[in-house]
């Protein structure tokens, strides 16, 4: 196999990797009934003037599966992470006690976990474009290095390898969204 081929198939295994953590990342962002700190993630408070995230104001713990602990090292930022946390909309009543915020993660309704895993499939489909996208690029570079001189058999043969990991690629994201979508479906 030629050098520009094992170039072009590393390329394409990067963006698989990237496009596959970005899916897990998003992926534990949705939440399936029990508490995890990283549905807060995305929350920002206002930190003497700056938005700052969450997590770089405060400790986020998980007692029990049901409740998020939110410790602020500074008591001053109770009421503001506790303003951020209902900003943000998440479906959630922070319940501020002086020391702590806690959040009761409520169950989910059958309609709620079924807007969840459309959503997973969104993200799913989202992280399939990214490899269709590499695909298509990496078919593309195969071809300009074929019009250059590489032969053809090795041409259809990185083609053929493309291919296999791009399939491959594809079965993990549909593993990852039947987990999850076996995580929100169980009650």
Not at 131 to 155: F, T, V, W, Y
């Amino acid at each position: 196999m030629s050098e520009e081929v094992k170039q072009i198939l590393g390329t394409l295994d990067g963006q698989a990797q990237k496009a596959i953590t970005y899916l897990e990342h998003e992926l534990a962002k949705i939440r399936a009934g029990k508490a995890n700190p990283q549905i807060l993630e995305s929350i920002h408070v206002d930190y003497y003037g700056n938005s700052t995230p969450l997590f770089q104001v405060a400790n986020v713990n998980t007692p029990d599966a049901r409740t998020l602990v939110i410790q602020p090292w500074e008591k001053s930022m109770l009421a503001v992470i506790e303003k951020a946390i209902q900003a943000a909309n998440l479906g959630f009543n922070p319940q501020n006690d002086g020391t702590i915020i806690r959040i009761n993660i409520p169950p989910l309704t059958e309609e709620r976990r079924k807007e969840l895993v459309k959503r997973t499939k969104q993200e799913g489909e989202q992280a399939k474009i990214v490899i269709r996208n590499s695909r298509r690029e990496a078919l593309e570079a195969i071809k300009r290095h074929q019009k250059s001189g590489l032969p053809e058999d090795m041409a259809k043969d990185a083609e053929t390898k493309v291919q296999h990991a791009v399939d491959s690629i594809i079965k993990k994201i549909d593993n990852h969204l039947e987990q999850k979508e076996k995580e929100i479906m169980t009650v």
